[in-house]
């Protein structure tokens, strides 16, 4: 049998060569050919081809004649020197400035904050306190006013002991917390009044019309409320923050800082508005029993107690007008 002989394949790689062979001789030979074009024209012309020298000088000539010329950088004036000043042309050359310029100045009227203890300025004449002070004072009472109330007035004994109330009739919700905070801040005005009136009258308007400092309104101011807080405060509690504080012992009550007056004031509240919700508690305590014991009697285990007391407490509640009767005590307790 005749042997075949293997055709050798060619390979992708050297088949690209080729072709790239191939382009490249295609371009050489067109570009020789371009030239050898317009070398024949320029001949049959008359015209014998540019040199490199030639046309290089041509470009460097139209470069050169085309570049603006060099700018020169503008000169800086030097600065004006100052005049000097003579004695006799101080007030004219301020006059001038002042008049020339158009700059503007602002006063803020601050009031009587140096004054003298009357009220007066260095020379003798009454001073009010300016809009501004006033502003600042209302600004700093509101932003510490409710502070004020819950420690100085009469709304921690008020408010503990409606609360107590509310919790002893079996009412967690009813009256809401909005109705019982308002009751007591009327009603701590209405305690309150003739101790703020008695400021009004002595310290701040006096103040407001200048005829008082701020040292000696201040005074006056907490006089009146110092002895409202005394009246109120047990000696047990004003002692144990004399004793607490480490300073000597004042000689009347009155000579009490308020630093050590405050803190026993509010534990003096609390205890007295814990005792009155004691007192409130107790009828109410004597409906629970009565009312567990007779269901326990009945067998009736699984009903709960309090829903059936609940009806029988407010019943006593409005027959005795309750809320009259609260809110009487607690004023009575002030007085």
């Given at each position: 049998?005749?042997?075949?002989?293997?055709?050798?394949?060619?390979?992708?790689?050297?088949?690209?060569?080729?072709?790239?062979?191939?382009?490249v001789?295609?371009?050489?030979?067109l570009?020789?050919?371009?030239?050898?074009?317009?070398?024949?024209?320029?001949?049959?012309?008359?015209?014998?081809?540019?040199r490199?020298?030639?046309?290089?000088?041509?470009?460097?000539a139209?470069?050169?004649?085309?570049?603006?010329?060099?700018?020169?950088?503008?000169?800086?004036?030097?600065?004006?020197?100052?005049?000097?000043?003579?004695?006799?042309?101080?007030?004219?050359?301020?006059?001038?400035?002042?008049?020339?310029?158009?700059?503007?100045?602002?006063?803020?009227?601050?009031?009587?904050?140096?004054?003298?203890?009357?009220?007066?300025n260095?020379?003798?004449?009454?001073?009010?306190?300016?809009?501004?002070?006033?502003?600042?004072?209302?600004?700093?009472?509101?932003?510490?006013?409710?502070?004020?109330?819950?420690?100085?007035?009469?709304?921690?004994?008020?408010?503990?002991?409606?609360?107590?109330?509310?919790?002893?009739?079996?009412?967690?919700?009813?009256?809401?917390n909005?109705?019982?905070?308002?009751?007591?801040?009327?009603?701590?005005?209405?305690?309150?009044?003739?101790?703020l009136?008695?400021?009004?009258?002595?310290?701040?308007?006096?103040?407001?019309?200048?005829?008082?400092?701020?040292?000696?309104?201040?005074?006056?101011?907490?006089?009146?409320?110092?002895?409202?807080?005394?009246?109120?405060?047990?000696?047990?509690?004003?002692?144990?923050?004399?004793?607490?504080?480490?300073?000597?012992?004042?000689?009347?009550?009155?000579?009490?800082?308020?630093a050590?007056?405050?803190?026993?004031?509010?534990?003096?509240?609390?205890?007295?508005?814990?005792?009155?919700?004691?007192?409130?508690?107790?009828?109410?305590?004597?409906?629970?029993?009565?009312?567990?014991?007779?269901?326990?009697s009945?067998?009736?285990?699984?009903?709960?107690?309090?829903?059936?007391?609940?009806?029988?407490?407010?019943?006593?509640?409005v027959?005795?007008?309750?809320?009259?009767?609260?809110?009487?005590?607690?004023?009575?307790?002030?007085?």
């Amino acid at each position: 049998m005749p042997v075949s002989s293997p055709i050798p394949e060619l390979s992708v790689e050297r088949s690209f060569r080729r072709l790239v062979v191939a382009i490249v001789l295609a371009v050489v030979l067109l570009a020789v050919g371009g030239v050898l074009v317009v070398a024949n024209r320029g001949g049959h012309d008359g015209v014998q081809p540019a040199r490199h020298e030639d046309v290089r000088k041509v470009v460097v000539a139209g470069l050169t004649a085309s570049r603006p010329a060099d700018i020169t950088p503008p000169t800086v004036p030097a600065p004006p020197t100052p005049p000097t000043p003579t004695p006799g042309s101080d007030s004219s050359s301020n006059s001038s400035s002042n008049s020339g310029s158009n700059k503007g100045s602002i006063t803020i009227d601050l009031g009587n904050l140096t004054g003298n203890s009357n009220g007066t300025n260095a020379n003798g004449t009454s001073s009010k306190p300016g809009q501004s002070v006033v502003i600042i004072l209302l600004l700093s009472l509101l932003a510490v006013a409710p502070a004020l109330i819950l420690m100085l007035t009469s709304f921690t004994r008020i408010v503990i002991v409606l609360s107590l109330t509310r919790n002893a009739l079996g009412l967690q919700t009813v009256p809401p917390n909005q109705v019982v905070i308002g009751l007591a801040l009327f009603l701590s005005l209405f305690v309150m009044f003739p101790t703020l009136s008695t400021m009004n009258k002595d310290a701040l308007q006096p103040f407001l019309k200048g005829e008082i400092s701020q040292k000696v309104a201040y005074d006056k101011a907490t006089a009146p409320l110092k002895t409202f807080m005394l009246k109120q405060t047990h000696k047990s509690e004003l002692n144990l923050f004399i004793s607490a504080s480490k300073e000597k012992k004042p000689a009347t009550p009155k000579d009490v800082s308020m630093a050590t007056l405050v803190p026993a004031f509010v534990l003096s509240e609390l205890k007295t508005a814990f005792i009155i919700g004691f007192v409130i508690f107790i009828p109410f305590l004597v409906i629970d029993l009565v009312v567990s014991s007779s269901l326990m009697s009945m067998g009736m285990f699984m009903l709960p107690p309090v829903l059936v007391s609940l009806p029988f407490k407010l019943l006593l509640f409005v027959m005795v007008d309750g809320w009259a009767l609260i809110v009487k005590s607690l004023i009575t307790s002030f007085h």
